[in-house]
């Protein structure tokens, strides 16, 4: 199999677009735009609705557009392949913008984040990424009321936004994170890499991000009770302690599978192909399928970390592989 040498900084080089957040450029548009001036593209970035007696928001923390999603998804399969399933997808053949997308669950009696988007120097760095600490304000949220962070895996795209100006964004949180995923970026071979090459970016991130912060966390395993009504799911490959979160209350049920997907319509049509970023491809493979015959058999609501924003679905059984369908007022009613 040809190898390509896909990181952050090619990714990012290659495929220069954003969409701009209005955190980042300002709430509301000048009051002396000429009339019939264009004001430029807009999209929301928080989207809220009702879980039981909870309430989720999910916040937009990046939104450049890519090339892809060759080979980030199917880097097993010819290129061509994978064009022409986007071709018959009506999308673009060779860009796409994924979504980056941490997620709050209010509990009523505490704030749980999952995941923290890039910040500063994630996979998708400021100014096209890295909005989360601009954007929960407007979200209704501040930094100090974070009660509890959850990260899924340890890929700088979900802990960059962990420390801010070099201090930790969440003053007073308390952080959660798989045992074998902290072990193994913890070990000083993560740092032997090349520098520029994906592994080392995340274990550069995660020393300065997640290791000053070991001791206000806890090491779980799947099936931990991470707070009341979530718990934690196995779901390794994408990276050697990758977990996914099974949140409950009254009955109504919502499902938090990180990095289980990369591409709404390439990961789920066929999840044996290969991801790039996956760290063991088979495993990764083998949990894809799991994870959505799982959702699909239960029929539950699903936030896909790169799933185009707001990030929420379900998934269908079509053919051999999987659909997702974006949510459209089935939380709402």
């Known amino acids: ?121 994630g996979f998708v760095p400021r100014p096209d990424g890295g909005w989360l600490a601009n954007l929960l304000r407007p979200a209704g949220f501040t930094p100090e009321q974070i009660d509890l962070v959850v990260l899924t895996h340890a890929h700088a795209d979900h802990i960059g936004g962990l420390m801010e100006n070099g201090k930790p964004l969440f003053p007073n949180a308390r952080y959660a994170i798989g045992d074998l995923e902290f072990d193994f970026w913890s070990s000083k071979d993560r740092l032997a890499a090349a520098p520029g090459d994906n592994e080392y970016v995340s274990a550069t991130v995660f020393a300065k991000n997640v290791v000053p912060l070991a001791d206000r966390m806890s090491f779980i395993k799947p099936g931990a009770e991470v707070a009341p009504g979530i718990r934690a799911v196995e779901a390794y490959g994408h990276t050697p302690g990758h977990l996914a979160f099974h949140i409950e209350s009254q009955g109504k049920q919502l499902f938090v599978w990180g990095d289980c997907a990369h591409h709404e319509v390439a990961s789920l049509a066929h999840p044996e192909w290969h991801a790039f970023f996956d760290m063991d491809k088979t495993t990764g493979a083998e949990t894809r399928r799991h994870i959505y015959d799982m959702v699909a058999t239960d029929r539950l609501p699903v936030v896909g970390y790169h799933m185009s924003f707001p990030s929420l679905g379900f998934v269908e059984r079509k053919d051999r592989g999987y659909r997702w369908l974006p949510i459209s007022y089935q939380l709402n009613v």
Request: aromatic content about 8%.
């Open 1 to 121: 199999m040809l190898r390509f040498q896909l990181t952050r900084r090619t990714v990012l080089a290659s495929g220069a677009a954003l969409i701009t957040a209005p955190a980042v450029t300002g709430l509301f548009p000048s009051a002396t735009l000429a009339a019939g001036m264009p004001l430029g593209p807009s999209t929301p970035t928080h989207y809220r609705f009702k879980l039981g007696d909870f309430e989720v928001t999910n916040i937009l923390d990046a939104g450049a557009v890519l090339d892809g999603p060759w080979p980030i998804v199917g880097e097993d399969r010819p290129k061509r392949e994978i064009e022409q399933l986007m071709w018959q997808s009506l999308l673009p053949e060779r860009k796409f913008q994924p979504g980056f997308t941490p997620t709050i669950v209010n509990t009523g009696k505490e704030l749980v984040l999952f995941d923290t988007g890039n910040g500063a120097n």
